[in-house]
């Protein structure tokens, strides 16, 4: 099972950037599709963006065209690249892998927690 810390998150202005890291251990993350998910206070976990060999990328609508995952395989890390942030992206990140085929997501992070204000 791969093992996942997650790091980048902080306090920014409406407008600003932040890119998260999810560094991953104990096995390569070559073989699994990587996620990053989200959740705001009061609210469900949300996906926001997978990946799945490096190539296969999939965004919730409202980070479409402004939120951009990505990894390096060589670092065994993943990011997610966060640009023109919105109050509505407060919440706390969670890095994820589950199987290439499908399935739940099995692997966790910590979390980190993103607050955009107004």
Known sequence: QVQLVESGGGLVQAGGSLR???????????????GWLRQAPGKERELVALDT????????????????????????????????????????YYCAARSRFGGIWNSWGQGTQVTVSS
């Open 53 to 92: 060999y490096g190539v296969i990328k999939n965004y919730t609508a409202s980070v479409k065209d402004r939120f951009v995952i990505s990894r390096d395989q060589a670092k065994n890390t993943v990011y997610l690249q966060m640009n023109r942030l919105k109050p509505e992206d407060t919440a706390v």
């Open 20 to 34: 998260l890291s999810c560094v991953a251990s104990g096995s390569r993350i070559d073989t699994y599709t990587m």
